[in-house]
């Protein structure tokens, strides 16, 4: 048990007296910490308001509703009627014409 020591106190040594040594292995502590720190804190909330109000989101209803049971039931405009009170996103509201002709990133067809 003693040899184990000796030489763990021997190593230790050299690696505090060796300048190379000391150095690769503070990078190899230093680089994936910083690494994983910038990782976090980019992804940390990604939909916040400050991400995402600058995105534009085009929305096309094309739903034309239907009659169920009885009573005209039209989920287009209800989902539109939800987005444009959400306030996070910057939503577009067009028609289809326009999502044809113009240059939109994002399109999502109702």
């Known amino acids: 048990m003693q040899t184990i020591f000796t030489l763990l106190r021997q190593d230790l040594?050299?690696?505090f007296?060796?300048?190379?040594?000391?150095?690769t292995l503070l990078a190899f502590c230093?680089?994936?910490?910083?690494?994983a720190l910038l990782n976090i804190q980019?992804?940390?909330?990604?939909?916040?308001k400050v991400n995402t109000?600058?995105?534009p989101i085009a929305v096309v209803n094309n739903d034309e509703g239907s009659t169920?049971?009885?009573k005209s039931v039209n989920v287009g405009t209800q989902?539109?009627?939800?987005l444009k009170k959400n306030h996070r996103i910057h939503w577009i509201?067009?028609?289809?014409?326009?999502?044809?002709?113009?240059?939109?990133k994002v399109n999502i067809i109702l």
């Open 79 to 82: 989902i539109v009627q939800e």
């Open 13 to 15: 040594h050299n690696i």
């Open 30 to 35: 230093i680089i994936p910490a910083v690494y």
């Open 68 to 70: 169920i049971n009885g």
């Open 93 to 104: 509201f067009i028609n289809d014409w326009q999502g044809m002709t113009v240059w939109i």
């Open 53 to 55: 109000s600058r995105m």
């Open 17 to 23: 007296h060796s300048r190379p040594v000391l150095i």
């Open 42 to 48: 980019a992804s940390w909330d990604p939909y916040s």
